[in-house]
């Protein structure tokens, strides 16, 4: 319970943003036993029934938050939870299709055990050169990042004082992340959240500061 009570007052005593956006990442909720297993990419999962009971978490936790927008991926695994914290709010959620994860390619929607099996050395490629390598005929998650940072330059004029949510595939949360704080793309498993994890960057003119990270690690 106390763990509990620490996490509920974490949030509130956040200074409120004046000359900064707040941006609160939120990776989408943890997916179905079959989905988990698989290179799902840019695609479609569905979420678990632990999935399911993470977004009413986050129902809970975004109560005392004054969030202005909620920005989505068109993932349904994202869009769905997306539009639940957005109703909350009587509003609608904001779909942006350069929030979607990396394309993986030919291993799409393939199961992680057949990839390997077949494309062993590729495979190992992919994660020895994280986040430069690619899926055949997929792309980069720093190309991923790079859409995605293209997108944020496009908003961010318009979202300071503001707090905002962003619902977003785990590994693009976290090099989005990396990338805001001036970290190589490698090092951004470091950043790396639970499914149905949240975080939040302060980001100013000039430079952006983590604010919160992981804040239901508490009650884990």
């Not at 840019?42 to 632990?50: A, E, V």
């Not at 978490?57 to 639940?84: D, F, M, N, Y």
């Not at 940072?149 to 785990?170: D, N």
Request: hydrophobic fraction near 40%; proline fraction near 6%.
């Amino acid at each position: 319970m106390e763990g509990d009570a620490g996490v509920r007052q974490d949030v509130p005593v956040l200074s409120e943003p004046t000359d900064f956006c707040r941006l609160w990442l939120f990776r989408h909720p943890e997916l179905d036993a079959e989905h988990a297993q698989r290179a799902v990419g840019d695609g479609p999962g569905d979420l678990s029934r632990r999935g399911r009971a993470q977004v009413l978490r986050w129902l809970e936790l975004c109560k005392p938050l004054p969030i202005e927008a909620v920005w989505t991926s068109p993932q349904p695994q994202c869009h769905g939870p997306a539009r639940a914290l957005a109703e909350a709010r009587q509003k609608e959620p904001l779909v942006e299709a350069r929030l979607r994860d990396q394309s993986m390619g030919r291993w799409q929607g393939r199961t992680w055990t057949d990839v390997m099996r077949e494309e062993d050395g590729a495979v190992r490629t992919f994660f020895a050169e994280f986040g430069d390598a690619k899926a055949p005929g997929g792309e980069s998650l720093g190309e991923a990042v790079e859409r995605m940072l293209l997108w944020w330059q496009e908003q961010m004029k318009a979202s300071l004082g503001k707090s905002i949510a962003l619902v977003m595939p785990g590994t693009l949360l976290s090099g989005f992340a990396a990338a805001m704080l001036g970290m190589r793309l490698t090092r951004s498993v470091t950043l790396s959240l639970p499914y149905g994890g949240v975080g939040a960057l302060d980001v100013f003119q000039n430079g952006s500061r983590v604010a919160t990270w992981n804040v239901d690690a508490l009650r884990e």
